[in-house]
């Protein structure tokens, strides 16, 4: 193949992927925030307390997080399409599932297997960037990526509400479930091939002794990221979940409006997500911290300023200031160690990154809820103002590389999950 034609198919297939993770990411998140929207009706029709309605959540939350590294061995074992499909087939179910309970019981069974099936997506699509980008371009590529996850947040609040209105809760599941099925068979479909190892990872590899998923999962700078993305991740998981009640028990707004105030701040944190990818790339490569801090600080100080309002316009526009913030860090947090770890255990590593991160979803709903139900809604939200200021605070003391791996050791050849993959596209 000549240079050229080399160049067509690296950018063929990196923004064929780039596409397609982007709107299952999309699909996601719509998935995943339809139950902080419907929380009050189902609260309401199955007789939950708040902090049921928490448990509910951090179901899904716990199952998540416990199942991100066993994903993300799985992906660099088996390659990334196989669990991505599995996995966006897998929540679909669930979802659908989520919309025939009639009790807490059942309700948090089929919560924690949709935060099963849907744990597998992360590590495995991490896997597919770094099989199918360049290493110059995927800080850049994730930005991209994750700002789908605020796009599908607002996406998900904006088309729930209505659809609540219309069709109930337990409709709306169902119909959101079908969408989701119908995008596993197009992910399975048009998901590229990977690309050659020497297009897609920079690292120089010796030979004597082999780098496994064990020597990752012991790495400390990987688990300062997930300790970093858990307090960071705060933000996200109590916004998601407690918005759309406080504007509906506290601002007394209609469904609709509390949809709309609740999108506004996650749209635009799916659009700064994007610039601070570019930035994090273009001008602080490295040196990352010296960028999250202080955007992080200024978050915390933006929440601390919500909390004082009266106001719920007031309120909404402080909020997307905040997501805003929280939407330039993320890729400042998880850009680097996707940009240092060897892509044979991107799988390995994120999966480790993103259990810190996913821990988060299990707390914050839970202490919201209860803080919400025994104190105040002030208080609720001056607990992610306290975890954005402590993300702030480890991102001062947490490197912005991961160091490379000792001398003597090397990453196992990719071979094996690629060759299954291509053996999989041979057979579609």
């Known amino acids: 193949m000549t240079q050229e034609g080399s160049s067509l198919n690296i950018r063929r297939t990196s923004t064929t992927t780039i596409a397609l993770l ?14 902080s929207v419907a ?34 061995v799985l992906a ?5 399409r196989p669990l991505l499909v599995i996995s966006l087939l897998g929540w679909s179910v ?17 919560r924690a297997l949709f935060g099963v099936a849907q744990a597998l997506f992360p590590p495995a699509s991490f896997k597919a960037l770094a099989e199918r980008t360049t290493p110059q371009t995927r800080t850049r590529s994730a930005g991209f990526i994750l700002a789908s996850n605020a796009l599908g947040a607002g996406a998900g609040t904006l088309l729930m509400a209505p659809l609540i209105a219309s069709v109930g809760w337990r409709h709306s599941f169902w119909l959101i479930a079908l969408v989701g099925a119908i ?12 690309l050659p190892r020497e297009f897609t990872d920079d690292h120089q590899p010796v030979e004597e002794e082999i780098v496994g998923w064990k020597q990752v999962l012991r790495n400390s700078v990987v688990w300062r990221y997930a300790l970093l993305f858990c307090c960071f991740n705060m933000l996200s998981y109590g916004m998601i979940t407690w918005v759309p009640s406080y504007l509906l028990e506290v601002r007394g707004l209609s469904l609709v409006a509390a949809g709309v105030s609740s999108a506004v701040p996650l749209l635009i944190n799916a659009g700064t997500a994007v610039l601070g990818g570019w930035l994090v790339g273009r001008y602080f490569d490295g040196r990352a911290k010296w960028f999250v801090v202080p955007v992080l600080v200024a978050a915390s100080v933006l929440l601390v300023l919500m909390l004082q309002t009266t106001s719920a316009t ?3 526009i402080l909020q997307a200031c905040a997501m805003a913030c929280s939407g330039l860090a993320i890729m400042g947090i998880l850009g680097m160690p996707l940009r240092a770890l060897p892509r044979e255990y991107v799988g390995a590593g994120m999966g480790i990154v993103n259990t810190g991160g996913q821990f988060a979803g299990v707390v914050a709903p839970l202490v919201m809820g209860f803080l ?4 105040s809604y002030t208080a609720a939200f001056g607990f992610l103002a306290g975890a954005t200021l402590c993300a702030a605070l480890i991102a001062i003391i947490t490197p912005s590389t991961i160091p490379q791996w000792q001398p003597g050791e090397r ?3 990719s071979s094996k999950s690629t060759e299954k993959e291509s053996d999989v596209n041979a057979r579609a």
Do not use: C, N
């Not at 189902?42 to 997080?65: C, E, N, P």
């Not at 979802?95 to 309970?101: E, M, P, Q, R, S």
């Open 183 to 194: 995008v596993g068979v197009l992910m399975w479909r048009f998901l590229p091939s990977p």
């Open 411 to 413: 990453v196992e050849s």
């Open 314 to 316: 007031t309120f909404t």
């Open 94 to 110: 669930f979802t659908a599932a989520t919309g025939l309970v009639h009790g807490l019981v059942l309700l948090l069974v089929v």
């Open 76 to 80: 660099d074992r088996f390659g990334a």
């Open 22 to 35: 982007a709107g299952v990411y999309v699909i996601d998140y719509i998935d995943r925030v339809a139950i």
């Open 39 to 72: 929380l009050p009706f189902i609260g309401s029709d199955l007789h939950l307390d708040k902090t049921q309605q928490g448990f509910v959540v951090s179901a899904f939350a716990i199952a998540y997080m416990l199942s991100q590294l066993p994903g993300g």
């Open 372 to 375: 919400a139900q025994h104190v």
